[in-house]
T-cell receptor, first 114, second 112 residues
Framework: QQQVKQSPQSLIVQKGGISIINCAYE??????FPWYQQFPGKGPALLIA?????SEKKEGRFTISFNKSAKQFSLHIMDSQPGDSATYFC?????????????FGKGTKLSVIP | NAGVTQTPKFQVLKTGQSMTLQCAQD?????MSWYRQDPGMGLRLIHY???????DQGEVPNGYNVSRSTTEDFPLRLLSAAPSQTSVYFC???????????FGSGTRLTVV
């Protein structure tokens, strides 16, 4: 049973455009939603994260939007750059002892073309 | 400060062989985990530890053993390798005051 569904699998965006990746979760006990960025041959790196007490979090060109009632959250990359080309994973976890048991989506490969 | 160090980076095993993937962190993190990454499958949790001497199973534990004798080290053991264990393995660690996991650079394992 896949608890975090991520779409699309791949995404091609023009330089300067907006990249949008969506995730949906099923477990209402999840209360921490991070996004990870992974470059080829490297481990995933934490990009930005949100808790359900806010509907949006912005860090530079990266924004997470969160819809608790719909059990959905999304990553927006504004002014996308070729250096943003990577695989992005959404994830979810619970508080307390479960906080580090991350459940990942299957990933989105983003290609930003000049 | 090296972060999370995984060794080896690459390994080829024959079916039935055993090996240990090493993971060490120097950030005094309590939490450590092992994930495997397969094409189109994302990252799946194998085993995790919430402190020295405490380990538990994740989503895909079969065929793998772990132990946590020190805060720094969290080795993953394959007792009898199978082709289905061909994957990229990532170790990660996290501290109690920080929900962000730090991942190692991975071990690419091929079982033939």
């Amino acid at each position: 049973q896949q608890q975090v569904k991520q779409s699309p699998q791949s995404l091609i965006v023009q330089k300067g455009g907006i990249s949008i990746i969506n995730c949906a979760y099923e477990n209402t006990a999840f209360d921490y939603f991070p996004w990870y960025q992974q470059f080829p041959g490297k481990g995933p790196a934490l990009l930005i994260a949100i808790r359900p007490d806010v509907s949006e979090k912005k860090e530079g060109r990266f924004t997470i939007s969160f819809n608790k009632s719909a059990k959905q959250f999304s990553l927006h990359i504004m002014d996308s750059q070729p250096g943003d080309s990577a695989t992005y994973f959404c994830a979810a976890s619970m508080s307390g002892a479960g906080s580090y048991q991350l459940t990942f989506g299957k990933g989105t490969k983003l290609s930003v073309i000049p | 400060n090296a972060g999370v160090t995984q060794t080896p980076k690459f390994q080829v095993l024959k079916t039935g062989q055993s090996m240990t993937l090493q993971c060490a962190q120097d950030m005094n993190h309590e939490y450590m985990s092992w994930y495997r990454q397969d094409p189109g499958m994302g990252l799946r949790l194998i085993h995790y530890s919430v402190g020295a001497g405490i380990t538990d199973q994740g989503e895909v534990p079969n065929g793998y053993n772990v132990s946590r004798s020190t805060t720094e080290d969290f080795p993953l053991r394959l007792l009898s390798a199978a082709p289905s264990q061909t994957s990229v393995y990532f170790c990660a660690s996290g501290g109690q005051s920080n929900y962000g996991y730090t991942f190692g650079s991975g071990t690419r394992l091929t079982v033939v």
